[in-house]
């Protein structure tokens, strides 16, 4: 299975993903470059799923990886209860343009 290392250290990918995963469960969406978005999106459904789940050890595992209470109480209370039909494909990833600076390619990733 190819890990995209996205030019760092296993602590600080670790760290970077938490951070995503923890924003887009606590605004919806947000924009980031797409490599980023797409090593994202299967943690992020993860997440969805474990908030599904709705258990104890469930909580303590989402609890686990994302960064705030409030994150974790927001997954379960308000993000999982929406998908409870749908079995996959929790978010959706869409290309936006290159960004000014370094011209790197952008994209935004929400929930469906």
Known sequence: MKVRKLNRTSSQ????????VTSLVMHGRIETTET?????????????????????HAR????????TPEATKRLFDEVAPKYDERHGGYTRILKTGPRRGDAAPMAIIEWV
């Open 13 to 20: 990918r670790r760290a970077l993903l938490r951070g995503l």
């Open 36 to 56: 980023k978005a797409k090593t994202i999106k299967p943690i992020a459904d993860k997440m969805v799923t474990l908030g599904k789940r709705g258990d104890l």
């Open 60 to 67: 303590r595992q989402a609890a686990a990886f994302l960064m």
